[in-house]
């Protein structure tokens, strides 16, 4: 059985190796990583752990994101990172 997970395992990711890897629809493309802001959110202010929200592209100074997790937070803090 041992071997036969590790056949299955080194199969799965030889495949993966070789499946291209295209940005779904939703993904922003700027011109390079200095047009892309990433949007962190954090539990805490005064002792943050920052974890990536969403990945935007600013048009004309603004943009939209939103955080399907934010009900699992009594609270939640956001910034805005520039990569």
Do not use: C
């Not at 949007?39 to 990945?55: F, I, N, R, Y």
């Amino acid at each position: 059985m041992e071997l036969s997970l590790k056949a299955v395992e080194k199969e799965w990711e030889d495949m993966t190796l070789v499946i291209p890897n295209i940005p779904h629809d939703t993904v922003p493309v700027g011109a390079g990583d200095k047009d892309n802001r990433v949007v962190e959110a954090a539990t805490s202010v005064t002792d943050p752990l920052w974890s990536a929200v969403s990945t935007n592209t600013l048009a004309a100074g603004s943009s939209y994101f939103s955080d399907p997790q934010w009900a699992s937070f009594p609270t939640r803090f956001y910034r805005i990172r520039s990569p």
